[in-house]
């Protein structure tokens, strides 16, 4: 079957570099979550989209970040000026969210993309 | 979103049930219980979700106590690669304005030969 899909899975990089990340999500989800884990802890949310739309941004998510999913399908998360706190697991999630729909909702992650700031 | 407690770490032997308790005592009425588990590097994997009544499926059963403030997920035969973290996160499903899952630091599952 096919899964959600991050790349690149893993990205090495300086600080002050700008990075990208993709995240192709489940056919047909209509939503999609990034989020961001960093050793030992949890994932913490950073922001989702419900089709084009950016509907909620976590205070995580500073200027240096911004998300973009300009057709309602893939995405992209970049991180401009990276520092080394930047270094962490993002991953990304998608869900068929249907209101009022029994049998929807459920997020279902990626394999996730490894950032190291050097 | 409520928040949940689970204990840090757990042991099992392989072949016997693992029961990974989960305390939601400020859940919502509209609240599910959601379960996730994360091998070493990847991302986490769906396992169950419930309302109020117990579920199961092919990898898990969910148990949800009658006033729904703790659950139980069980893996009736844990093998060794059932060892991750386990993550169980309380959020309401389907609303316009809700999306988020907000994950605790989870259980560490470890299965024994």
């Known amino acids: 079957d096919t899964g959600v899909s991050q790349d690149p899975r893993h990205k090495i990089t300086k600080r002050g570099q700008n990075v990208t990340f993709r995240c192709d999500p489940i056919?047909?989800?209509?939503?999609l979550y990034w989020y961001r884990q960093t050793l030992g802890q949890g994932p913490e949310f950073l922001t989702y989209f419900q089709n084009e739309a950016q509907l909620e941004k976590s205070r995580l998510l500073s200027d240096r970040f911004s998300a973009e999913r300009p057709k309602g399908s893939f995405s992209t998360l970049e991180i401009q000026r990276t520092e080394q706190g930047d270094s962490a697991m993002y991953l990304c999630?998608?869900?068929?969210?249907?209101?009022?729909?029994?049998?929807?909702?459920?997020?279902?992650f990626g394999p996730g993309t490894r950032l190291t700031v050097l | 979103d409520a928040k949940t407690t689970q204990p840090t770490s757990m042991d099992c032997a392989e072949g016997r049930a693992a029961n990974l308790p989960c305390n939601h005592s400020t859940i919502s009425g509209n609240e599910y219980v959601y379960w996730y588990r994360q091998i070493h590097s990847q991302g986490p994997q769906y396992i169950i979700h419930?309302?109020?009544n117990n579920e199961t499926n092919e990898m898990a059963s969910l148990i949800i106590t009658e006033d729904r403030k703790s659950s139980t997920l069980i893996l009736p035969h844990a093998t060794l690669r059932d060892t991750a973290v386990y993550y169980c996160i309380v959020r309401v499903r389907g609303h316009t304005n809700a999306g988020k899952s907000t994950f605790g630091d989870g259980t560490t599952l470890t299965v024994k030969p």
């Open positions: 419930g309302l109020k």
């Open positions: 056919s047909e989800h209509n939503r």
């Open positions: 999630a998608s869900s068929l969210t249907l209101l009022n729909v029994a049998g929807t909702d459920t997020q279902y």
